[in-house]
């Protein structure tokens, strides 16, 4: 809802509080104060303002309310306008004017709320209702045809305080909401950020793999193998281009990848790898971080031996609410240089996203890591 429905509902209100309290022989004072304020509020905080300026324009508008809304008043008592509406016909248009000059106030971006600045508004928003009850206080009593008596007083004091005390209440409530909606995204953009630099080490270190294993096909004379390879590899890119922007996958597209892959490094390493699946139905409408599974299948070949007279095994399976990856211990004669990459991409992308951690669990001859379905 845009600003200026708000000031004209406002501005309704007030009229009917007014001809209301008119009709029932009671004093308007304090709910159309209160309602300026909760107007002021609202509108405080849907432009984002700092409390100081939330404060200043509480207090401005309830002064200049009571005495634009005088004003308005009396001149419409020169009209021959009914006596029971010149109150809230006054009450009305004074609401508008005070909407609007907050409304265009708090658009100026000196008024714009800073971060860290709101660590002193509930005090600040105190001392606010604290000079309008005074203010108000005063004024009722001088207009009061019931003069200064100690129990008038009380009644008033008590009714200003509860009142003034409950909207400060939600203010504080709202703006800590605000706070917080603003740390969460920016938690989420820096999420992304992270995301998209890990991303950008993980990929180019999948395609370098990729093209030294065409690089020795091609010097091997293995032009028909090269060509398939490079078809595959074309299909793999595919895949990892249309998941490029999503944040999760469905277990399902993972696996038909890991598949693509695994046609690959047939390719490359003949039979010197063994893929065993164990994959319960139901988990393969659950999702995965892209390319998860398909990275740690890589980081078993990278890591460890392979040979066709003795294939490497690993092993994917599905728990209720995971998916592990195991594959045998055969540490390769030269260990390969690895950042961990890989590994540190896993775990951030499954902390941003989900809040949760990958598992990884080594024993003397199995390494095992264990994804979240999400």
């Known amino acids: 809802?845009?600003?200026?429905?708000?000031?004209?509902?406002?501005?309704?209100?007030?009229?009917?509080?007014?001809?209301?309290?008119?009709?029932?022989?009671?004093?308007?004072?304090?709910?159309?104060t209160l309602l300026t304020m909760l107007m002021v509020v609202i509108l405080c905080l849907r432009r984002a303002t700092n409390v100081v300026f939330m404060s200043t324009a509480v207090i401005l508008a309830n002064i200049v309310g009571f005495g634009l809304g005088k004003g308005i008043a009396a001149l419409f008592d020169l009209t021959a306008l009914p006596d029971m509406a010149v109150n809230p016909l006054s009450t009305f248009l004074c609401t508008q004017?005070?909407?609007?000059?907050?409304?265009?106030?708090?658009?100026?971006?000196?008024?714009?709320?800073?971060?860290?600045?709101?660590?002193?508004?509930?005090?600040?928003?105190?001392?606010?209702?604290?000079?309008?009850?005074?203010?108000?206080?005063?004024?009722?009593?001088?207009?009061?045809?019931?003069?200064?008596?100690?129990?008038?007083?009380?009644?008033?004091?008590?009714?200003?305080?509860?009142?003034?005390?409950?909207?400060?209440?939600?203010?504080e409530y709202a703006i800590r909401l605000r706070e917080r909606a603003e740390k969460s995204a920016e938690e989420a953009n820096l999420a992304h950020f992270r995301y998209q630099s890990l991303k950008q080490q993980v990929n180019p270190h999948f395609l370098f793999n990729s093209l030294n294993t065409l690089d020795c096909m091609i010097q091997e004379n293995s032009n028909r193998e090269a060509s398939e390879?490079?078809?595959?590899?074309?299909?793999?890119?595919?895949?990892?281009?249309?998941?490029?922007?999503?944040?999760?996958?469905?277990?399902?597209?993972?696996?038909?990848?890991?598949?693509?892959?695994?046609?690959?490094?047939?390719?490359?390493?003949?039979?010197?790898?063994?893929?065993?699946?164990?994959?319960?139905?139901?988990?393969?409408?659950?999702?995965?971080?892209?390319?998860?599974?398909?990275?740690?299948?890589?980081?078993?070949?990278?890591?460890?031996?392979?040979?066709?007279?003795?294939?490497?095994?690993?092993?994917?399976?599905?728990?209720?609410?995971?998916?592990?990856?195991s594959n045998e211990k055969r540490p390769r004669l030269t260990p390969p240089r690895s950042a961990g990459m890989g590994q540190r991409y896993l775990r951030q992308r499954y902390k941003d996203i989900a809040g949760k951690s990958i598992v990884i669990r080594e024993t003397e001859d199995k390494y095992i890591v264990i994804l979240p379905l999400l």
């Not at 708000?6 to 159309?32: E, K, N, P, T, Y």
Request: glycine share 4%; charged share 25%; net charge neutral.
């Open 97 to 171: 004017a005070v909407g609007f000059l907050v409304e265009f106030s708090a658009r100026r971006p000196a008024f714009e709320d800073a971060r860290g600045g709101d660590s002193k508004g509930l005090r600040w928003m105190l001392t606010a209702f604290v000079l309008i009850i005074i203010l108000r206080l005063v004024i009722t009593v001088l207009d009061s045809d019931l003069g200064f008596t100690r129990n008038f007083f009380i009644e008033v004091l008590v009714d200003y305080i509860f009142s003034c005390l409950a909207i400060v209440l939600v203010a």
């Open 229 to 325: 390879y490079t078809h595959k590899l074309a299909e793999v890119y595919r895949y990892m281009l249309r998941s490029e922007d999503e944040s999760l996958v469905r277990l399902s597209q993972e696996m038909d990848f890991v598949s693509r892959y695994m046609e690959l490094q047939r390719l490359r390493f003949g039979g010197g790898v063994e893929l065993e699946l164990n994959i319960a139905d139901e988990a393969m409408n659950r999702s995965v971080v892209p390319c998860s599974v398909q990275l740690l299948v890589e980081n078993a070949l990278k890591h460890n031996a392979v040979r066709p007279d003795n294939p490497l095994k690993i092993e994917i399976r599905t728990t209720r609410n995971s998916v592990m990856v």
């Open 1 to 32: 809802m845009k600003n200026v429905w708000i000031i004209q509902i406002f501005a309704l209100l007030h009229a009917a509080v007014s001809l209301g309290c008119r009709m029932v022989g009671m004093a308007d004072d304090l709910l159309l």
